[in-house]
Each structure stands twice: as C-alpha cells, then as structure tokens.
C-alpha cells in the first residue's frame, strides 16, 4: 500500500502540488515562445507561431466543449436514469 | 496453398472445444496456453496466402497474410492473452468460449482473402460476442443483448446483399479495395455493414448501449475486436474516400460530446471508443501512406489503453459493483493500483508524450495538415482536449479522488481486486508505456514502412504542441471542479437508440393487440375448419375398422391414426412459426436468385 501512502503525503501538500503544477504551465508556454527549445518548423499554419496558440486552444477549447456537451444535455438528451424502464 | 500453414482461428476454436474436457487444476494454465499459441502462431507466420478452399464455383481464401492483415493480426491475438488473464478467475467455461470464439471470428474476418469467408466470420463475431453481454446475467443486460444482436443482424444482412450484388455485377468474391470514387450500389451496402460495426454515427448506438451491460471482462474483449475488425476492414476496402474523414471527425467529437455528460464509468469509454474509431475513420478517409499507418498504428495502441481502460472499469465494477461516478470517489486508498493503471490508460488515450496515443495519434492529425485538410486536424486536436478530459481527468478523479460518495457497503467492499486482474493491467500499463517510448517496435509492424520509417513524433515542436494542449485542458477541468460545474448526476443521455428502444416497444404492442388476435384466429379456424374434421375422420375410419372389417385389416386403422396425428402436428396453426418458415424460405430463394440468374 505504498503506492495509497505516497498518494497521501502529496495529498498532504495539496498547495505545493498547485503551486508546482502552476509553475510547470507557465514553464511550458515561456519554452514555447524561445526559438532554441521549440523549433516551430514544423508549425502547420501561421497562427502558430503565435505565442502560447495551443495552451488557449487547450484551455477555452475544454470550456467550450464543456459548454457545448452540458447545454446539448440540457436541451432535453440528458433525462432521469429509469427512462428506459417499464 | 504454398506451406503448411495453422489459422490462429482453428487454434482458439480448438482450444473451445478441449476446454471442458481440462481438469480444473490445469484449466488456468490451459486458458493462458491457448491464446499464448495463437499469438505465438501469428508472430511466426510468413506472408502469403494460405487455406484456399474450393466450394462451388469459388474459392475461398482463409489466409492472405499480408502487411495489413498482420498488423492487426498481432494486437487481435496479443490482447487475446490479456483479456483472457483478465478474467482467469471465471470459472464459467461458456465466458471463455465465447470470448475465444469472438476473437476467432476477428481473426478469421482479418485474414480473409474473399467477400464470402469474411461474411462467415464477420457473423461468427457477433454471435458470440453476444454472450459477453448475456452472462452478466441481469434482465438490463439481456434486453442490450438483444438489441445488439438485432442491429448486428441487420448489418449482417446489408453486408450479404451488398456481397451478393457485388459478386454478381463482378464476377469475383475476392476482398480488395473498391473503387472509392464510382461506388457501385454493393459496394455502398458493404460500406454500411462496415460503418455500422465501427460504430460510425447514426449507426453507432448499439456500442454504449452495449457495452457497458457486458460482463466485467466481457467488457474488455468488446472493446477491442468488433470496432478495429472494422477498421480493418475499412483500410482494405475504402481507403482514400473522402466522405470518411467527415464521419471521422464528426464520430470523434461526438462521443467526446456524450461522454462529457455521461455518469457511468464503462459508458464514458464506450463513448470513447466512438471517439477514438472516429480518429481511425479519418485516417482511412485521409487514405495516404502516413495516415492509413497512423489508422493501424492507432487501432493497435488503442486496442491497449482502451482494453486498459476497460479493465480499470471493470475492476471498479467487479470490486464494489458500482460504475456511476455520482456513486463513487475517494477510492484511492482502497484501490490505489487500479487508479495507477487506469490513469496510464487515460494519459495513453489522450496522447500524452512518453505513452501509447502519443505516437499513432499524431500520423493521423499529420496526414491531416499534410493534406491541407486543415479543419479535420484541428477539430481532431479539439477531440483530443475531450478526451483527455473525460479519460485523464473525469474518472481518475470523480472515482478515485472526489467527495466520497460510495454507499457504506460499496467503500467496504472495495478492494485492489485479484491477481490475474492486475496482472493484466499491469502488463498492458507496461505495453501502452513501451509503445510510446520505443517507437520501433509499433513502427515495425506498420504497412507501408518507408512513411513509417520517416515519421518521427518526438520533435520538439510537437511535444510542446501536445504538453500545452493536455495540461491547459487540466489547468480548466481544475477549475471547473473548484466552481463546482462538473459533479457527476445521475441520469440517462438520449441517443439513437431511442428510436428504436421505443421502436420496439411499439412492436410488442402491435404483437400484443392486432397480431395475437389475428394468430388466435387463425387458430380457431385451423382447429374447427381443419383439425376437428381431421380427428372426426380418422375416428370414423377406427369406427369403420372396429366394426366393420375388424381384426382383418387392423393395421389401417393405425396407419390412418399415425397420419392423422402427422397432419395434426403440422397444422396446428402457429402463426409465429409458419412465418418464419415462409420467411426463410423467401430469403433462400432472393439469394438462390441473385446468385444464379
């Protein structure tokens, strides 16, 4: 049960975990922006060499598809869970 | 036939058939030797074509063992092992059988050279798939089997009539690609029967509603063979249409779509098989080298992970006997392996670097750009946000971490489950992480190895492409836990199936009011108007023998009363029973007719 423990002691550090991940992000779309680490040759199209193209794309792509999927279930798709039943 | 050559199929129907007969403290080793055998059987074969048989004016060719037929050869028979390791404890021999036979089918549709054998075998994997849904054993479970087998049925059936019409306009049963750009009419039903098992939307609500209903380990043998036969059958036959990247594309935002909303666990990746197929579907449409290998090379890894995923799923299900995310969390301390091997699952399902999906995702959104088809490849990449979000994110938390809301028997009852379970987990964890850090091995099997060869996903383009995409998907889903937007609810989502779930309903009506009257009917007139002047007679020939000629011709009389009862049997005048006599025998003489005249 190493594995549960392990899982607690990170769970125990929740704000440094956030903060670590944060950091990571922001790590992320800096090396992005520098010619020398991220070679955008084989960038597909001109909008991405615009800085930080694929972490919006990330971020209010999942908003909008969560949008989207929740209001389609709204309009009537998502229903009680015995519907089917007699 | 050139060499001795063994069909994997023969050895996995072989192995059904000694299977009762191994007494039960060799049955464990007898059920991993067999698809052991099988994989063994398929890594050793030679390119070729093997086990041509002559029937009637055709030959059917059990054996082209090509590139493309032993790609998905290799990862059928490979996660034939896995499935079946999965479920070693089941002490059921009719789950095993049913399993082997349904891979037997995979395999046997793959390996065949012509239209007909691969009907044989295409009808062979529903059959007995069916069973992985029925041995569950709940009434939810028989009722999805049974519409399951219906709507496999009539693909079947699409599927037979458009290789009847297809063998008569061309005179030749021999599977190749048709010609994509002038579709004959059989060439579209062929198309039909194929869309439906890869499960291409509208013909795809038979997958979730399916498979979530299977067995624990069913599950697992679900998940992978029907859709990838498919697949491979698609690039056999279709590859370059392009109607195939919009239905791709539309099927992988789709299921993205439903498994946003969705609270059952094995229904969210049932939806994500739809999903992830769709990649596949484009791929073939795509149809160049790079995105038919990047269709293969995806079907194989995802084979792996969605195998994987499905057996997180069905631990899950088989420890606590819950699969809704509104009724789980907080299991990690009681099932912590199963969230490690079901976390690599979704990291490998949404591409992550250094996992499966990484590497055979990417030839298909490459293909994409590469064909200018600049829409496709950025709606696939919105596709691969969903996913992440579903299977990375969704379940690993609302199961694992979360607010706890098992019920108290639930939490008490989970528990990391047996050996063999984790065994197979472990085992496909450790293939979806070496398919994405050694290429080669995945690369190698490719069919056209020079666009194989000349791929390389790990730039550092693309990695920093793919690592924003993922970890600001997870930067989002935080926060909209944090806003409390995503609890999991109870609830059903409505999809095509409604139609024909209502549909049937409907039927039972019409079978229950109008049809059971005019049966019962029928059957009133049968019996006054046939059967009582029947008996009437055959009384008065006794009467007459009785009396008449008495002991001299005493066997008359029971020669006529044999008959009588004979001619009773036959027409006793159920409707039901009759119909389906004149039915069979309408749909021998269509197909009598198609085939000869």
Request: with cysteine; aromatic share 14%.
């Amino acid at each position: 049960m190493n594995l549960a423990r392990l899982i607690d002691y990170l769970r125990d550090r929740l704000k440094t975990v956030v903060r670590a991940g944060l950091a990571v992000l922001v790590v992320l779309v800096v090396l992005d922006a520098v010619p020398a680490v991220v070679d955008k040759e084989h960038a597909h199209t001109a909008m991405e060499h615009v800085p930080a193209f694929w972490a919006v794309f990330g971020l209010l792509g999942c908003l909008l598809l969560v949008v989207f999927a929740k209001t389609f279930g709204r309009l009537g798709i998502s229903t009680r869970e015995d519907y089917y039943d007699d | 036939m050139t060499d001795f050559w063994i069909h994997p199929a023969l050895v996995l129907l072989l192995g059904c058939l000694g299977l009762p007969l191994v007494p039960a403290r060799l049955k464990k080793a007898f059920l991993l030797l067999v698809p052991a055998l099988a994989f063994g059987g398929v890594l050793t074969m030679a390119r070729g074509t093997y086990g041509e048989v002559h029937f009637l004016q055709w030959t059917l060719t059990f054996g082209r063992v090509d590139a493309l037929s032993l790609v998905f050869a290799h990862i059928m028979s490979l996660m034939c092992i896995i499935g079946t390791l999965f479920g070693l404890h089941v002490e059921e021999d009719g789950q095993h059988i049913a399993a082997w036979i349904y891979v037997a089918g995979s395999l046997g549709a793959i390996f065949a050279g012509d239209l007909l054998t691969l009907f044989l075998f295409w009808e062979m994997m529903a059959f007995s798939s069916v069973f992985l849904i029925w041995y569950r054993r709940r009434p939810e479970s028989t009722a999805a089997g049974f519409r399951y087998l219906l709507v496999h049925v009539t693909g079947g059936l699409a599927l037979l009539a458009g290789i009847v019409l297809q063998v008569k306009a061309t005179g030749s049963t021999a599977f190749t690609a048709f010609d994509v750009h002038h579709l004959t009419p059989g060439a579209w039903l062929i198309l039909g029967g194929f869309l439906l098992n890869a499960a291409v939307p509208p013909l795809h609500a038979w997958l979730p509603d399916a498979y979530p209903a299977g067995t624990f380990n069913g599950a697992v043998f679900l998940s992978a063979f029907t859709t990838k036969t498919a697949v491979y059958a698609l690039c056999r036959g279709f590859a370059g249409m392009e109607l195939l990247v919009v239905l791709g594309v539309i099927m992988s935002l789709y299921g993205v779509i439903y498994a946003i909303i969705e609270n059952d666990v094995r229904r969210l990746f049932a939806y994500h098989i739809i999903s992830q197929v769709g990649y596949m579907v484009a791929g073939v449409g795509i149809g160049t080298e790079l995105a038919i290998n990047g269709a293969c090379a995806h079907a194989f890894a995802h084979i792996l992970y969605k195998g994987l995923l499905f057996m997180g799923g069905g631990a899950v299900l088989h420890m606590t006997g819950e699969t809704r995310m509104s009724e789980l969390g907080g299991l990690y301390k009681k099932m912590p392996w199963a969230f490690l091997f079901t976390l690599i699952g979704g990291l490998s399902i949404s591409a992550f670097p250094l996992f499966s999906g990484f590497v055979s995702k990417s030839m298909i959104v490459q293909a994409g750009f590469d064909q200018h088809l600049l829409w496709a490849a950025l709606l696939l990449n919105l596709a691969a946000i969903g996913t992440f979000y579903c299977n990375g994110l969704k379940v690993p938390y609302f199961v694992w971490f979360g607010k706890n809301k098992c019920s108290p028997a639930t939490f008490e009852r989970a528990k990391d489950p047996p050996w063999n379970m984790l065994a197979a987990m472990g085992l496909t964890a450790f293939l979806c992480i070496f398919i994405g850090c050694y290429t080669p091995y995945l690369y190698h099997l490719l069919p056209y190895q020079e666009a194989a060869q000349a791929f390389h996903p790990y730039t550092s383009y693309h990695v920093s492409e793919t690592l924003q995409i993922l970890l600001f998907t997870a930067l989002a889903f935080f926060v909209l836990v944090r806003l409390r937007k995503i609890e999991p609810h109870r609830g059903t989502n409505l999809d095509l199936d409604w139609f024909y779930r209502l549909g049937g309903r409907a039927f039972f009506w019409l079978a229950r009011k109008p049809v059971q009257s005019a049966d019962t009917g029928v059957g009133e007139v049968y019996r006054v108007g046939g059967l009582v002047p029947l008996m009437k007679s055959a009384g008065l020939v006794g009467v007459f023998d009785n009396r008449v000629i008495d002991g001299a011709v005493d066997g008359l009389a029971f020669a006529v009363r044999g008959l009588g009862g004979r001619l009773r049997f036959a027409q006793r005048g159920a409707l039901q029973e009759n119909l389906t006599l004149v039915f069979a025998v309408a749909a021998i003489l269509i197909l009598a007719f198609l085939f000869f005249f």
